[in-house]
């Protein structure tokens, strides 16, 4: 009687981690909402860190990107879970129109979206350097450090 319930234990458990180690059968889907631009209100500051999710090929992929001054641009570093970090180099803010350049070994890949009002969320499109094309969102961390305002920065 031991041993029948030792193997159905057994089996069991093993039932589990087989259902566990599938991956999942649904796709992951981001909807893009980072809410109205503000009429008259300063530009937001990227300065900080980052938690970016993009979905290519249907698999979810996170990392950390830093955004920071260089001189009076943006640069920075992203910094995928599963690869090397990449530079950051060129990103535009117009309104809540945001667009990055990341440099890659295979060519440049590029990123369109939008910014929150508050500019601590982004969301868009992240366009290979093949032209395929994924969603992306990211979420600033909060942080007490605060830096010059872009248009304070001396050109």
């Known amino acids: 009687m031991m041993r029948r319930l030792i193997l159905l234990a ?5 039932a589990a981690a087989s259902a566990h180690a599938a991956p999942p059968a649904a796709s992951l889907s981001i909807t893009c909402d980072a809410g109205g631009e503000v009429a008259g209100a300063e530009a937001p500051n990227l ?13 979810p992929s996170f990392g950390v990107m830093s955004i920071g ?7 920075g570093a992203l910094v995928p879970v599963r690869t090397a970090p990449v530079v950051l180099r ?3 803010l117009a309104g809540d129109r945001i667009r990055m350049v990341v440099a890659s070994a295979e060519g440049d890949v590029h990123f369109d979206g939008r910014l ?11 366009t290979y350097h093949g032209g395929a094309t994924f969603p992306m969102v990211a979420q600033k961390r909060p942080s007490t ?5 872009q248009a304070e ?3």
Do not use: E
């Open 90 to 92: 060129n990103i535009t």
């Open 145 to 149: 450090y605060r830096s010059q305002p």
């Open 153 to 155: 920065r001396a050109r």
């Open 10 to 14: 057994l089996a069991t458990a093993l």
């Open 116 to 126: 929150s009002a508050k500019g601590d969320y982004m969301c868009g499109t992240v």
């Open 47 to 59: 300065h900080g860190n980052w938690d970016f999710l993009m979905v290519p090929g249907g698999a």
């Open 69 to 75: 001054f260089v001189g009076d641009q943006y640069g």
